[in-house]
Structure formats: C-alpha cells, structure tokens
C-alpha cells in the first residue's frame, strides 16, 4: 500500500509541476510581491485560466492528503 500511494505521490507532484508551469504570469517580480502591484485584477481571467487554478487547487489537495496518509501508515508502522 505504501509503495502505491508513493508512486501516486510522484506522480501527483509531477503533475503539479506542469500544471504551475502552464498557468499564465500575472506578476512583474518582485515590486508586485510587495504591493507594487495593485492596479491588476484577478477578477479578470478566462474560462480556461479558472479552470486550470481548480485542476491544480484539486491536484494540490489530493498531493497534501497524500502526504498525510503516507506519514500516518509509515509512523503506524505499515512498512
């Protein structure tokens, strides 16, 4: 069971990666980090682009319950 969930893990993790790479910049570097960058809205983003943040906030959750789930059946002792 551990040496599945640790292949779904890298596999969701892979995942994520793309996902992130394919999501579009929207920022300027680092004066938008810190308030420079208050003139952009968020609110104005495609179809697309709002359903690739979804994708990748699932794919996100699932990796992070992965990773509990593995710590849990590795401190039980399930190895």
């Given at each position: 069971?551990?040496?599945?969930?640790?292949?779904?893990?890298m596999v969701l993790s892979l995942l994520i990666v793309m996902l992130v790479l394919m999501h579009k910049g929207k920022g300027?570097?680092?004066s938008d980090m810190f308030g420079g960058g208050v003139?952009?809205?968020l609110?104005?983003?495609?179809?697309v682009e709002r359903n690739l943040?979804?994708?990748t906030i699932i794919t996100a959750v699932l990796w992070f319950v992965l990773i509990v789930a593995?710590?849990?059946?590795?401190?039980?002792?399930?190895?």
């Open positions: 069971m551990i040496l599945g969930l640790s292949i779904a893990l300027g570097g680092l003139s952009s809205s609110g104005g983003s495609s179809v943040d979804r994708l593995l710590g849990l059946l590795i401190n039980r002792g399930g190895i």
